[in-house]
């Protein structure tokens, strides 16, 4: 059964646990239309009847969950399935206080970890979000190699060290996504410096998302930020295709010019991927895009 796009929506969080009986795969570049799920009858018939209610309604209703709707069964699986939906909606306060709830119940429910560390760095909750994700993988070992959103929020918390080394894990699990080796640059330049974070840059042959490998030569020294922005404009892009184009050069423009001192041209180019009017681009990871958010907030606190 191939999810509507109400629930591609949802699982575009990437936060379904595996007990919900969803198979699924997830990559940080993939839109949201290339998303897909389909249920393994035996793994789903094991889950509660309210929680297979709430995701069938979702698959097959076209997201007839309203966000923070309560089901009768209050069972952490319950919790977190709501916190889910509240996380599609943009709603992290709710998803948050949902998955506080299911991790009371069973605060060794891995998956309420994750979710909740997911929407805490949404909400700016740095620390908090680093503290979940590094307690997801304590309980799910298995899972750490993957945890790119990890990586990110060590970044934030200014915990560089333990940030390269989740990139460098990640390279293990997907070693062709030029954002995982630029994040690693990003987590290196603060304690080693331009120049060895350039000569170990992790290696990537092809990415082919435009402008990628252009923002990877950019980071190698051989590239100019205009020849990035350049390839956006390549084969005459409609107008959504650019302007998610153009989100990803802008992001990692600004994060480019911020590690180099570059204050003012870190500043335009985060603010331009910060746009509102791009969250809902389907060629942009609506977690990338808060990604720009919360930068775009950071730096307006400091600019008070």
Known sequence: MLANPATQKLLAYRVLPPDLGLVYHFRRHEPLAAQRATIDPIRFGKVPQMTRLLVLLGMLGGGLCLPGARVC?????DLLAQAQVAAASSDSTAAVRLASE???????????????????????????????????IEL?????????????????AKQFEKGAKQFELYQTYHDNDVENSVWRYLCMVPTDGIEKARSTILPIRNDRRVPMMQVFELYRGNLKPDEVLAACRRDDPDAETLA??????????????????????????????????LAENPGINRYMWDVARIHAEQIQRTDK
């Not at 799910?140 to 934030?156: K, L, V």
């Not at 590690?259 to 041209?265: D, I, M, Q, R």
């Open 73 to 77: 069964a209050e069972s952490p699986a």
């Open 102 to 136: 299911a991790i009371e119940a069973d605060d060794k429910f891995a998956a309420a970890f994750y979710l909740r560390g997911r929407e805490r760095f949404r909400l700016g909750l740095i620390p908090e979000s680093v503290a979940d994700f590094d307690r997801y």
């Open 140 to 156: 799910q070992p298995a899972a750490a190699s993957r945890q790119w959103e990890r990586g990110i929020a060590c970044y934030y």
């Open 244 to 277: 998610g184009r153009l989100f990803y050069a802008h992001l990692y423009l600004g994060l480019y010019h911020e590690v180099a001192g570059e204050k003012e041209l870190a500043q335009k180019y985060i603010l331009l991927a910060a746009d509102k009017k």
